[in-house]
């Protein structure tokens, strides 16, 4: 591995490590457009400064009920897509979480510190539960952002890739690390989110007041990765438009400014600059090179998931190696938590 993710800093003239990232991504359903403009870009990127881990978080996905081939699938579709966007397991590190039990263990430890109130306020179990107040809510649900934290303190991160929609669970792990160093010590790097400016948000181009999301209802809510060209021109084409006929963006044109957003992010040019082009044209033809932009960006990624799933042995063995690299990270850092708690360490 070039620049290797575990490098610490030395005294012998060795170079101090590279600030580190850790980012995760479920394995759900389908990948799409939200993801790559809002999270796996960024990880892609990242890479030139950063030594990065970037995970299958299938732990976290248990939390919602999912048939055992189903889940397998996932878990592949997100580790392979990871590489077809750029990720370079030669630079860093790519894992599936339940390959680490490090992060189960610091979960628990970390549920000791974590508070009732502060996990009932996140907004995305207050999503998934509809206010979390049920008898059957899973206790995995309301436990979900400790893990999340468990995941990126244990690597020592300095900065996690996400959307916005994870903003509030990156400042629950940046609270349970400093609690964490007050009460025992400084232990933990407390981490920054690192949220892309043109893309936070990609909202649903069913609904453009809730986010594009895997778990939506209809599949005309987002466009997936490995959607073929002619779904990708058909879910646009159907995707839900604002009142009036300008192509512009502004707070009375939700669905327009989404839309825009899409293209700017994928083509990097000025939403104005995009508008300006459409003065006196119409929805119809925005639409049209609209789609063309999305099939053309995600063409050679497609054709990369293509090839990642003919042969998956390449991908297992970057799961292989990404464990045995993450888990000695791991290692570290919970022999130190244990250490500060207190726990005896076990006999040699
Ligand atoms: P998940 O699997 O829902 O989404 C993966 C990444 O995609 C981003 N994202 C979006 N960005 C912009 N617009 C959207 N519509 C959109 N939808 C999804 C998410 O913000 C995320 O970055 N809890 C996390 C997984 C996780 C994690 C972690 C992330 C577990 N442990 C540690 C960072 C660090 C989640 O459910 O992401």
Not at 149 to 155: K, N, P, S, V
Not at 194 to 216: E, H, N, Y
Not at 258 to 267: F, G, V
Request: charged share 25%.
């Amino acid at each position: 591995m070039s620049g290797p993710v575990d490098t610490p800093a030395s005294s012998q003239g060795k170079p101090a490590r590279r600030p580190r990232v850790f980012s995760g991504t479920q394995p759900t359903g389908a990948l799409h457009l939200g993801n790559y403009l809002g999270a796996f870009r960024g990880y892609v990127a990242m890479q030139e400064t950063h030594d990065c881990v970037y995970c299958v978080v299938d732990l976290h996905a248990i939390t919602v009920r999912q048939p055992r081939a189903v889940l397998r699938r996932n878990t592949m579709d997100v580790a392979n897509m990871f590489l077809a966007c750029g990720v370079d397991p030669e630079r860093s590190i790519v894992m599936v979480q339940s390959h680490v039990p490090q992060h189960s263990e610091l979960a628990w430890i970390l549920n000791t510190i974590a508070y009732m109130g502060e996990l009932r306020r996140m907004t995305q179990f207050k999503d998934k539960t509809g206010g979390g107040e049920g008898e059957s809510v899973g206790v995995g649900l309301f436990d979900y952002p400790v893990l999340m934290a468990a995941d990126i303190l244990l690597y020592g991160s300095d900065a996690v890739p996400v959307g916005e929609d994870q903003k509030q669970h990156v400042e629950l792990t940046r609270d349970l690390a400093e609690r964490f160093n007050n009460a025992f010590g400084k232990t933990f790097v407390v981490p920054e989110p690192v949220i892309p400016v043109d893309a936070a948000r990609i909202m649903g181009l069913d609904d453009p007041t809730k986010k594009m999301s895997k778990s939506a209802g209809s599949e005309y809510n987002y466009i997936a990765l490995t959607d073929p060209p002619d779904v990708i021109r058909r879910k646009i084409r159907r995707a839900v438009t604002d009142s009036g006929t300008e192509v512009r963006p502004g707070p009375d044109k939700p669905a327009l400014t989404n839309l825009l957003t899409i293209y700017s992010a994928l083509t990097r040019e000025p939403v104005e600059t995009i508008a300006e082009r459409y003065v006196g044209k119409g929805y119809a033809e925005f639409k049209s090179d609209l789609g063309d932009v999305v099939v053309e960006a995600l063409a050679p990624l497609q054709a990369r998931v293509r090839e990642l799933e003919a042969d998956e042995t390449y991908t297992l063995g970057v799961l292989k190696r990404g464990a045995e690299l993450a888990e000695s990270i791991a290692a570290r850092t919970l022999a130190k938590v244990h250490e500060r708690l207190g726990l005896v360490p076990r006999p040699r």
